[in-house]
C-alpha cells in the first residue's frame, strides 16, 4: 500500500511563495505519475499540476500556469509544487495524488492513492 504524505502549507500574504512537498512510501514512485489537486471550501477538487514518470511531461491548470512549478526527485520518492506569486483564490486544501500508470493524466478518478492533505492560505 503507498502512502503520501504533504508537507510545506501555510500561512503566506498575496504574491508570496511556498514550496509544498509530497513523500511517498511505495516502491513503484519512479514508474509514477504524480499530481497535484486542490479543494477550496464549497468547490470541487481540481487539478493543479501533473508530472509523468520520467518528468518528461507535464501540465498546469491555466490558472495557475507559469506561477507554479512541479517537479520530481526519484531517488527521494518525492514530488514538489512551488507556487509563486499566490493569490487569494489560491487558498485551499492541496493534496497529492499519485497513480499505478505513468502517464501524467487530468482527471482524479486516474489516481490511485491520495495524500491526507496540506492547507495553504493566501491572506490580504
Known amino acids: 500500500q503507498v502512502q503520501l504524505a504533504e508537507s510545506g502549507g501555510g500561512l503566506v500574504p498575496a504574491g508570496g511563495s511556498l514550496r509544498l512537498s509530497c513523500v511517498s512510501s511505495?516502491?513503484?514512485?519512479?514508474?509514477?505519475?504524480l499530481a497535484w489537486f486542490r479543494q477550496a471550501p464549497g468547490k470541487e477538487r481540481e487539478l493543479v499540476a501533473t508530472i509523468s514518470w520520467s518528468g518528461g511531461s507535464v501540465f498546469y491548470d491555466d490558472a495557475v500556469e507559469g506561477r507554479f512549478t512541479i517537479s520530481r526527485d526519484n531517488t527521494k520518492n518525492t514530488v514538489y509544487l512551488e507556487m509563486g506569486s499566490l493569490k487569494l483564490e489560491d487558498t485551499a486544501v492541496y493534496y497529492c495524488a499519485q497513480r499505478k500508470g505513468g502517464a501524467a493524466l487530468l482527471q482524479g478518478n486516474k489516481y490511485d492513492y491520495w495524500g491526507q492533505g496540506t492547507q495553504v492560505t493566501v491572506s490580504s
Open positions: 511505495g516502491r513503484t514512485f519512479s514508474d509514477s505519475a
